[in-house]
């Protein structure tokens, strides 16, 4: 349908709940490093229940194979936090929950856990939207509080985008 409008009133979370709505689409999550802030974000909005059923959290690899159905494959070759992984959780939570829209995060969020390939910050977001994949690679910094909270916003602004392309066609 049409763009949502952010207010300074309006935070991104309600535009999303809005565009859902608007759309009557249902949303789920698939989360490891944000360990369920980004289902927390959208809780937060009052009228949330008509968009928003369930939620996983998969923070081990054992989780994201047996519930997501995560490929062993993909995680023994790329690992947990990786592109490939973010869309088999996204595309997993979305044949689970029976919902139309997913958002997926994995990362590092530290301040352990980082290595020279993989360092500490590094995030991949994948969100599925009516069958369409879009997927971000970022690289956050400070604290492991500021890497999810970051990783929420990016989430959840991801989303967005996703709504407002797939609601244009």
């Not at 602004?157 to 407002?164: D, I, P, R, S, V």
Request: negative net charge.
């Amino acid at each position: 349908m049409g763009e949502v409008q952010e207010t300074k009133t309006m935070t991104l979370a309600e535009s999303v709940v809005k565009l859902l709505a608007e759309d009557e689409l249902t949303v789920t999550t698939a989360e490891s490093c944000t360990g369920g802030l980004v289902a927390a974000r959208l809780v937060d909005v009052p009228g949330v229940s008509e968009v928003f059923k369930q939620g996983f959290i998969t923070y081990s690899n054992k989780a994201k194979r047996k519930i997501l159905n995560v490929k062993k494959e993909t995680l023994k070759t790329l690992g947990a936090v990786s592109e490939k992984t973010a869309k088999e959780m996204a595309k997993g939570a979305i044949l689970a929950s029976g919902a139309d829209a997913a958002i997926a995060t994995t990362g590092i969020a530290g301040p352990d856990g980082g290595t020279e390939e993989k360092p500490v910050g590094l995030v991949y977001i994948a969100v599925s939207v009516r069958g369409q994949m879009y997927v971000e690679e970022h690289h956050f910094e400070g604290d492991r509080v500021a890497v999810r909270e970051s990783t929420v916003e990016a989430a959840l602004a991801l989303l967005k985008k996703g709504l407002e392309e797939t609601g244009e066609e």
